[in-house]
């Protein structure tokens, strides 16, 4: 701008210098020339001379402007500058840091849990091992029948006081069952568990076995010395239920609750999820929730205020019939179209043990989850406290949603069509369910009764609901 003003400046001097060389021509050459001409043409260039005078002004006046144009605006530059300097981060990245914070926190929870799971064996029951299991059930056949020995003996010559030898006997022998149950539940391979059910059975048959004689061994034991001519003692009787029997229970008699019998177990979980349902599960997750049950009845007998074992079996149906089959689909569908296997920075591996976590992200960018503060309490919080709004922690974005559509869509499984029927609904279940699942992976952590009451709702449902299980498979019938 500057060389354009220079140059017009000099046009017009230079036009000045050409009128007045003129000008002076005209006056030196008067005396040749007609004097009232000469004025003429003389008066015409003084005007021409004020023309350009006056032409040359307002453009010094226009450059004057110009420049301070210019001044103005390197001020706004400079207060813009200023400006971005200073200004507050705006909404998007404010979510984005949120969701930083929120990725740090799982990762956190995350570390917690692989330490966990490092810290299990998984290795799966051996033939060696089965008759480990076989020569110690075989062991408590033959400490039954002593048992029953001793029973026999004890009804034809009772003791005035209980006999403590045969107290801690049978505690020993309480205490072995619970052992040796805890083993078999332990071991959940697929191919050993025909044989795993059928070693349940069996210890369900020697504990009811033990509470018997335990029963008779105490009625035997409390009774007074009969004469001689007595009539032989009473048959002894089954012990009753908690909801029976409203009077203390003995510390030996309260170490293992009365057995329940697991087809009846099955029929109570096929009533409650409907047969439909019942039949879409796999055989291990059948198995899981019969363990379940069982376990849940001989905590509540016992008191005891942990359910992380009973919740854990919970934990795995969704596992089974939830998170590995929708991680197993979704990575074969990514490798059928060369595609990388991760979405939005979630890596899509059906080993992955972390996965849980991650479904939710995968469906919806908002959910309703519980939040982790209000788990801590040992009872149970009202739901402003309980419930918290789900974000992703990963970067997954409107292109991998539409991905997910696509891949959802081509799958054929009653868990697809829920997912694209009531995507919100599915994310806050399961990633609710995995909240509860990463407390129970945790080291000293219960997980308390409350806690243990919302997951079986959520897994199994209630009268007023449906659990996820049923959302899934859709059936409610009887059967």
Not at 37 to 66: D, F, G, K, P, V
């Amino acid at each position: 701008m500057d060389k354009k003003k220079d140059q017009l400046i000099a046009a017009k001097d230079q036009q000045i210098l050409e009128l007045m060389q003129r000008l002076q021509n005209l006056e030196d050459g008067g005396a040749a020339a007609d004097a009232a001409t000469a004025n003429i043409q003389a008066e015409r260039y003084r005007q021409q001379l004020s023309q350009a005078s006056a032409e040359l002004l307002e453009q010094h006046q226009q450059t004057a402007a110009l420049e301070q144009q210019i001044v103005g605006l390197q001020r706004q530059i400079t207060e813009l500058q200023q400006q971005v300097a200073i200004a507050p981060i705006p909404q998007d990245l404010q979510q984005k840091e949120q969701q930083i914070a929120a990725l740090h926190q799982q990762i956190a929870g995350l570390q917690s849990q692989v330490a966990q799971l490092q810290s299990q064996s998984t290795t799966a029951p051996t033939s060696e091992q089965l008759q480990q299991k076989d020569q110690q059930i075989a062991a408590l056949h033959q400490q039954i029948a002593a048992l029953q020995t001793q029973v026999a003996d004890l009804q034809r010559h009772p003791p005035i006081t209980p006999d403590p030898q045969k107290e801690q006997k049978i505690a020993t022998l309480q205490q072995q069952v619970r052992d040796l149950q805890t083993q078999l539940e332990e071991r959940t391979s697929p191919p050993s568990m025909a044989l795993l059910q059928e070693r349940d059975r069996q210890i369900t048959a020697l504990q009811s076995q033990l509470a018997n004689l335990q029963a008779q061994l105490t009625s035997v034991s409390s009774e007074p010395a009969p004469p001689a001519a007595a009539e032989p003692s009473p048959p002894p009787h089954d012990p009753m239920t908690p909801e029976q029997d409203s009077t203390p229970v003995s510390e030996t008699s309260s170490t293992t609750a009365p057995p329940l019998d697991l087809d009846a177990v099955e029929r109570r979980l096929k009533a409650q999820l409907g047969s439909t349902v019942w039949f879409c599960l796999e055989e291990r997750s059948q198995h899981n929730l019969c363990r379940a049950l069982l376990l849940h009845h001989q905590q509540t007998w016992l008191n005891d205020a942990d359910y992380s074992e009973v919740g854990d079996r919970l934990c795995r149906v969704i596992t089974q019939e939830i998170v590995q089959p929708f991680f197993t689909h979704l990575y074969d569908f990514l490798v059928e179209r060369d595609r990388p296997s991760d979405i939005g920075g979630i890596s899509i591996d059906p080993d992955n043990k972390m996965a849980f976590g991650f479904v939710a992200s995968l469906i919806v960018p908002r959910w309703e989850t519980f939040d982790p503060k209000a788990l801590q309490a040992s009872q149970e919080p009202n739901e402003e406290q309980l419930y918290a709004t789900g974000r992703p922690a990963q970067l997954v974005g409107t292109d991998d949603r539409a991905l997910m559509q696509q891949f959802l869509s081509g799958w054929e499984h009653p868990l697809a069509t829920w997912l694209l029927e009531d995507p919100e609904d599915a994310a806050s279940l399961i990633d609710q369910i995995h909240y509860l699942h990463q407390r129970i992976a945790q080291d000293n952590m219960p997980l308390y009764e409350w806690q243990y009451t919302l997951l079986a709702e959520l897994v199994i449902g209630d009268d007023e609901q449906w659990g996820i299980l049923q959302a899934v498979y859709r059936g409610r019938q009887s059967g």
